[in-house]
């Protein structure tokens, strides 16, 4: 077997571990949700793309690109970004409640 073979499964590997321990948590903001649809949805996640330096708000990439697609490209800590985002919505609406009372998707 090559060793770019061996490296290319390490990295890829390494991805979905990351991946996996960042979708664990119990957040709104999920890793592949688009950008912009977070930013609409939760607009005080903006503050967290600042934060980190990141020039996603005002980015075309935002329509179609991913959270996690961001910090794969960027080389975010998934992890502590997908944390830090949700930290921003939940500061703002623990219960997520952006829904009129009883008609939030799969609430009833």
Not at 12 to 25: D, H, I, M, N
Not at 40 to 57: D, I
Not at 67 to 94: K, Y
């Amino acid at each position: 077997m090559a060793s770019d073979d061996v490296e290319d499964r390490a990295t890829t590997e390494s991805a979905r571990t990351t991946l996996k321990r960042a979708s664990a948590g119990n957040g709104p903001v999920c890793p592949t949700m688009l950008i912009q649809d977070v930013l609409l949805r939760y607009p005080e996640t903006w503050k967290v793309f600042v934060a980190h330096q990141l020039p996603c708000p005002r980015c075309m990439a935002s329509t179609y690109e991913t959270i996690s697609q961001l910090a794969s490209m960027l080389g975010v800590d998934l992890a502590v970004f997908l944390a830090d985002l949700n930290a921003s919505v939940t500061a703002v609406s623990p219960d997520d409640g952006r829904w009129p009372v009883g008609s939030a998707p799969g609430k009833n």
